[in-house]
Antibody, heavy 115, light 112 residues
Framework: VQLLESGGGLVQPGGSLRLSCTAS????????MSWVRQAPGKGLDWVSS????????YYADSVKGRFTISRDSSKNTVFLQMNSLRVEDTAVYYC?????????WGQGTLVTVSS | DVVMTQSPLSLPVTPGQPASISCRSS???????????LNWFYQRPGQSPRRLIY???NRDSGVPDRLSGNGSGTDFTLKISRVEAEDVGVYYC?????????FGQGTKLEVK
């Protein structure tokens, strides 16, 4: 199982970024996927999850209305569209397989929101 | 939201000695499907978290049997029977029963 995140970078407050997580080594369409973030020097913070079919999505209150999770099973990829970014969204964003028991994690991609 | 409270937050341990981390939730973690979605993760600086234990007491592949998880309802524990130098890092509990899923603050284990 491998999860490879990409799309992080430096963005100004109010800007947008789209993160991608490409999966391999398992049947992608069988599993829910999640995004979890970790601010510098801080703990882990669940951001969003999407069920295996892509029909149900879930968000932390702190990102609801600003972030959108989606998936493309033809590309074995889950996305996190992040709009209206705030300084407090600065973190390493990890992609993980499953929702309630995330067992495999990617290496993370750093998002820095700063002017 | 379910608050996960870990203790201690810092845990200095002599190699070969046991260690125990407590994790308490602000409400029961028993899901309507009968499962209790309490997980334990381990993270070294600069690395991704690694799951050690899922659903309270199930060890992940490759996790040494020195590590064990137990508990029920709102009270859970991760135990290391004999601490080794490689166990240094931060340990997190996480509940996957109630959305939003939430993590404990982390317990930093260091070897004396």
């Amino acid at each position: 199982v491998q999860l490879l995140e990409s799309g992080g970078g430096l963005v100004q407050p109010g800007g947008s970024l789209r993160l991608s997580c490409t999966a391999s080594g398992f049947i992608f369409s069988d599993f829910a996927m999640s995004w979890v973030r970790q601010a510098p020097g801080k703990g882990l913070d669940w951001v969003s999850s999407i069920d295996a079919s892509g029909g149900k999505t879930y968000y932390a209150d702190s990102v609801k209305g600003r972030f959108t999770i989606s998936r493309d099973s033809s590309k074995n990829t889950v996305f996190l569209q992040m709009n209206s970014l705030r300084v407090e969204d600065t973190a390493v964003y990890y992609c993980a397989r499953r929702m309630s028991t995330p067992g495999y994690w990617g290496q993370g991609t750093l998002v820095t929101v700063s002017s | 939201d379910v608050v996960m409270t870990q203790s201690p937050l810092s845990l200095p341990v002599t190699p070969g000695q046991p260690a125990s981390i407590s994790c308490r939730s602000s409400q029961s973690l028993v899901h309507s499907d009968g499962n209790t979605y309490l997980n334990w993760f381990y993270q070294r600086p600069g690395q991704s978290p690694r799951r050690l234990i899922y659903k309270v007491s199930n060890r992940d592949s490759g996790v040494p049997d020195r590590l064990s998880g137990n508990g029920s309802g709102t009270d859970f524990t991760l135990k290391i029977s004999r601490v080794e130098a490689e166990d240094v890092g931060v340990y997190y509990c996480m509940q996957g029963t109630h959305r939003p899923y939430t993590f404990g603050q982390g317990t930093k284990l260091e070897v004396k």
